[in-house]
C-alpha cells in the first residue's frame, strides 16, 4: 500500500471509530459505562406513631426504638433508605387557643427522594395516621425552616414556657429531647413572608430564654415540603425507586 493510499486508509478507520464512539456512548451513560446513579437527599419526617411512643419516655432512643417500632427499620432496610437520628420528641401546638402536645418521632433520613417518600407513606399508612410531612432540605427549596438548639435539654422547659411558644407558633414545632443535642424545629408552613416568620420565631426564643432555657446560634434552612395523606400513600409507596441505588 503506497504512503498517500495508506493515510487514507487510516483517517477512514479513524473516521469509523469516532462515529461508533458517538453511537455507542450516549447508551453507556455519563460514567463510561455506569449509568447516572439517583440523587441521595436528606430529609426530616414529621409523624407520629398511633399508640407505643404516647407510652415511651420523651428522649427514648434508637436502640429502644428498633425494638418497639420494628417496622420503622424494616422498611427503611426494604427501601435503601438510613435512619440519621430516631428518638421520641415532642409536638406543640395551639389548639382553641389552649396547648395542645403529643410525642412524635424525630427522624432524620437519606435516601432516593422518592424511596423516602415512600418510607414515609408505608409508616404513615401503617400507624393509621392522617397525614405525613417531609421536610427535603435544599438551598433552593420554598420553605424555610428553622431549627433553635437548646444545649442545656429540654426535660426542664416547662409547660406555661411552651404556652408561650405556641402563642407565637399556633401552627406547632417539635421539641428533640436528646441531652446537650436537643432542638426546636418550626416551619414556615403559612403563607406568610419569611420575615415575619423569622420575628414570631425570635420572639419565641426569647421567650425560652426567658424561662430559664438555654439556646444558641439559630439554623436557618431552606426546604421542599412534601405532605403525604391517606390518599396519597399508595402512590408515593408505587413509586419507589427500583434497583442498585434505590430498593435492594
Known amino acids: 500500500m503506497g504512503g498517500r493510499a495508506a493515510a487514507d486508509f487510516w483517517r477512514l478507520g479513524l473516521l469509523l ?43 427514648t432512643n434508637r436502640r429502644v426504638l428498633e425494638q418497639r417500632l420494628p417496622l420503622l427499620f424494616r422498611a427503611a432496610e426494604e427501601y435503601g433508605v438510613r435512619i440519621d437520628a430516631a428518638s421520641v420528641g415532642r409536638g406543640f401546638w395551639s389548639e ?57 435539654g429540654a426535660d426542664a422547659i416547662g409547660r406555661p ?16 429531647y436528646v441531652g446537650a ?10 403563607e406568610e413572608a419569611d420575615e415575619q416568620f423569622r420575628a414570631r420565631v425570635l420572639r419565641a426564643e426569647r421567650k425560652l430564654r426567658d424561662s430559664g432555657a438555654a439556646t444558641t446560634a439559630i439554623l436557618a434552612r431552606r426546604a421542599e415540603m412534601v405532605a403525604l395523606a391517606e390518599a396519597t400513600y399508595a402512590e408515593a409507596i408505587a413509586g419507589a425507586v427500583r434497583g442498585k441505588a434505590g430498593v435492594p
Open 17 to 59: 471509530l469516532a462515529l461508533l464512539a458517538a453511537i455507542v456512548a450516549p447508551l453507556l451513560g455519563p460514567s463510561g459505562g455506569v449509568a447516572a446513579q439517583p440523587a441521595i437527599v436528606q430529609a426530616q419526617i414529621g409523624i407520629a406513631e398511633g399508640t407505643v411512643i404516647q407510652q415511651l419516655p420523651l428522649g
Open 96 to 152: 382553641d387557643d389552649a396547648l395542645a402536645s403529643e410525642n412524635d418521632l424525630d427522624l432524620v433520613a437519606s435516601g432516593v427522594r422518592e424511596n423516602v417518600l415512600a418510607l414515609a407513606a408505608t409508616l404513615g399508612r401503617a400507624w393509621e395516621q392522617r397525614s405525613v410531612y417531609v421536610w427535603f432540605f435544599r438551598s433552593d427549596g420554598p420553605m424555610l425552616t428553622v431549627t433553635v438548639p437548646l444545649p442545656g
Open 161 to 176: 414556657a411552651f404556652e408561650a411558644l405556641v402563642a407565637e407558633l399556633p401552627d406547632g414545632c417539635h421539641v428533640r
Open 181 to 190: 443535642e436537643s432542638a426546636l424545629f418550626v416551619a414556615n408552613t403559612g
